[in-house]
């Protein structure tokens, strides 16, 4: 008797990944389809189309489609046990939008199983190129948004973010304000995350809590759509999003295509999919306190919040394991490529020498403090470099090592100060999970752990979306009788602890995380100043 499976899914931007675990939690299958190079006749790079504009970004929806079917007779194609699969989930780039045309609904349900999806589904869009989250021309539907509902923190506190180009709602306004009769012809929009749970249903899947608090329409308190945000989005779109679900929910049984076409089980259950960040979390297996950090090009922090105080910076997500509980997202542009050229300018490129100037300098650095934003940063919204030493005065540069430290502990300050801004708090519980170019880096990685005083781990993330739709398949399953995911999947490859916090570390840094916000707020009035 074969073992049961379970697949998770990840329609990412720039390809397709599908994983198989086995009720272990072992990897048995893995396999992706890369849109660039498996399907080139959409000419996409990276997966997308940058418009004209600059602004507009779109990703063709049958390519999606396509690229399912092509993934699907590969796994047929080397022999894969599709009867054995109980249950499959996934995830999708968030605030990507889908816009079914009227009638689709009977097409999606009786596609033929002797054609591929693609082409029985052709006809279905409304809209053929979908706005992804590389999207940033709905400026102007942005700002009305916020002052339909009062403000950009009162969006906040209701959508869990202020009003972000992205973010779907706009995307939709805009789709309404230009294309007024497309928008009367659609019947159904989708998130990628919930499209892509529809093409293994049959039927229009339900919008996740998690992928659709990335919408600025989703009340994040009670789950509801926000009827101040919806009407000033467009008209009649409660009945066009459908009403959101728990993102552990049983959606139904596969779509009779699947048991057809490739010989899956009529019992393998879909669970619904929500956004790829939010997959990611389950993936990394984030419980209550945990922080996940990713070292990349920009660094990006997950964190898991029981009390959020959303603000006009980063994103709160209802929880996709916890639906008492929240995540958010918090992405600091200045990442990798600042690390980078300090290293080349204060480290003769060489990473030894840089971590040997963190080992020669103490911690705290005798009070001397740096902001390096080489880029207009994110969080907070600032440009340049701005160093100041131990009485608060500017100065125009630090001895190299100190340039080193001062970089690395600034980086991890704001990173604390900014998630204690969400309502994120530091637990006796708590551990960081890194991940990323810089978390091969122990010294970084021992900074990091001073400074937010809790042990560091390093994971491998490569593909926590799509591992993490795997356990959510798994978790939802069992999610009714209210098992957490963590007892899911204990059996999962543990995090490697890998540094420590040095003894004295709170008490050093408290005054200096007080000092560090203050210095923050100095220097971004004097860059509003300078930039009126
Ligand atoms: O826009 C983002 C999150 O808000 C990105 O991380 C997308 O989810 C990437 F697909």
């Known amino acids: 008797m074969a073992a049961p499976s379970f697949l998770g899914w990840d329609f990412s931007t720039q390809q397709l990944k599908v994983i198989a675990i086995d009720e272990h939690l072992r990897v048995i299958y893995e396999d992706n389809v890369n849109f660039d190079k498996d399907l080139p006749e959409f000419k996409t790079q990276g997966g997308a189309h940058v418009h004209g504009d600059r602004l507009t970004v779109t990703s063709p929806v049958l390519m999606w489609v396509k690229a399912l079917d092509m993934i699907l007779e590969k796994m047929k194609s080397s022999g894969f046990n599709f009867s054995q699969v109980r249950a499959l989930s996934g995830a999708g780039q968030q605030h990507g939008s889908v816009y079914?045309?009227?009638?689709?609904?009977?097409?999606?349900?009786?596609?033929?199983?002797?054609?591929?999806?693609?082409?029985?589904?052709?006809?279905?869009?409304?809209?053929?190129?979908?706005?992804?989250?590389?999207?940033?021309?709905?400026?102007?539907?942005?700002?009305?948004?916020?002052?339909?509902v009062g403000g950009a923190q009162r969006l906040a506190n209701i959508t869990g973010s202020r009003a972000y180009e992205r973010f779907t709602g706009n995307q939709i306004a805009k789709i309404y304000n230009q294309n007024p009769?497309?928008?009367?012809?659609?019947?159904?929009?989708?998130?990628?995350?919930?499209?892509?749970?529809?093409l293994f249903?049959?039927?229009?899947?339900?919008?996740?809590?998690?992928?659709?608090?990335?919408?600025?329409?989703?009340?994040?308190?009670?789950?509801?759509?926000?009827?101040s945000c919806l009407d000033a989005c467009a008209p009649e779109l409660v009945e066009k999003l459908g009403n959101p679900v728990p993102s552990h929910s049983v959606l139904g049984s596969i779509s009779p295509y699947y048991i057809q076409r490739y010989g899956f089980s009529p019992d393998c259950k879909i669970v619904a999919f929500t956004g790829d960040n939010p997959a990611s979390l389950?993936?990394?297996?984030?419980?209550?306190?945990?922080?996940?950090?990713?070292?990349?090009?920009?660094?990006?922090?997950?964190?898991?919040?029981?009390?959020?105080?959303?603000?006009?910076?980063?994103?709160?997500?209802?929880?996709?394991v916890d639906s008492q509980t929240y995540m958010a997202l918090l992405c600091f542009k200045n990442g990798s490529l600042m690390r980078e050229r300090i290293r080349n300018e204060c480290a003769s490129g060489s990473w030894d020498e840089f971590s040997k100037a963190l080992s020669s300098t103490v911690a705290g650095n005798n009070g001397n403090l740096g902001f390096y934003f080489d880029v207009m940063e994110i969080?907070?919204?600032?440009?340049?470099?701005?160093?100041?030493?131990?009485?608060?005065?500017?100065?125009?540069?630090?001895?190299?090592?100190?340039?080193i430290r001062a970089l690395i502990e600034g980086q991890f300050m704001a990173k604390r100060i900014h998630a204690e801004k969400l309502g994120y708090k530091v637990m006796p519980q708590t551990r960081i999970l890194a991940t990323?170019?810089?978390?091969?880096?122990?010294?970084?990685?021992?900074?990091?752990?001073?400074?937010?005083?809790?042990p560091v781990y390093t994971i491998d993330t490569a593909n926590s979306a799509c591992l993490g739709s795997a356990y959510r398949a798994i978790h939802g399953l069992v999610a009714e009788t209210n098992v957490p995911l963590a007892d899911v999947v204990k059996l999962a490859p543990e995090p490697r602890l890998a540094v420590t916090p040095t003894a004295g570390?709170?008490?050093?840094?408290?005054?200096?995380?007080?000092r560090y916000a203050e210095l923050e707020q100095k220097m971004l009035l004097s860059t509003l100043l300078l930039l009126s």
């Open 100 to 148: 079914w045309k009227k009638g689709s609904i009977q097409i999606l349900k009786n596609a033929s199983p002797k054609l591929p999806l693609h082409q029985a589904l052709k006809a279905c869009f409304a809209i053929s190129d979908s706005p992804i989250w590389m999207d940033s021309s709905t400026a102007s539907q942005c700002s009305a948004l916020e002052n339909a």
């Open 181 to 198: 009769e497309v928008y009367a012809q659609t019947e159904r929009i989708s998130l990628v995350s919930s499209f892509a749970a529809s």
């Open 201 to 227: 249903l049959g039927a229009y899947a339900p919008i996740d809590y998690s992928d659709g608090s990335g919408m600025n329409l989703l009340q994040i308190w009670d789950k509801s759509w926000s009827a």
């Open 282 to 320: 389950a993936g990394m297996r984030l419980e209550e306190g945990d922080i996940a950090i990713s070292l990349g090009t920009s660094d990006t922090l997950f964190l898991w919040i029981r009390e959020p105080t959303p603000a006009l910076e980063g994103h709160i997500l209802c929880n996709p």
């Open 379 to 403: 969080t907070p919204e600032a440009v340049g470099v701005h160093r100041f030493n131990s009485d608060n005065q500017k100065v125009l540069n630090f001895p190299k090592e100190v340039e």
């Open 436 to 454: 990323g170019g810089a978390s091969h880096n122990k010294k970084i990685l021992q900074v990091l752990s001073d400074v937010f005083n809790a």
């Open 505 to 514: 570390a709170e008490e050093l840094y408290h005054p200096l995380l007080k």
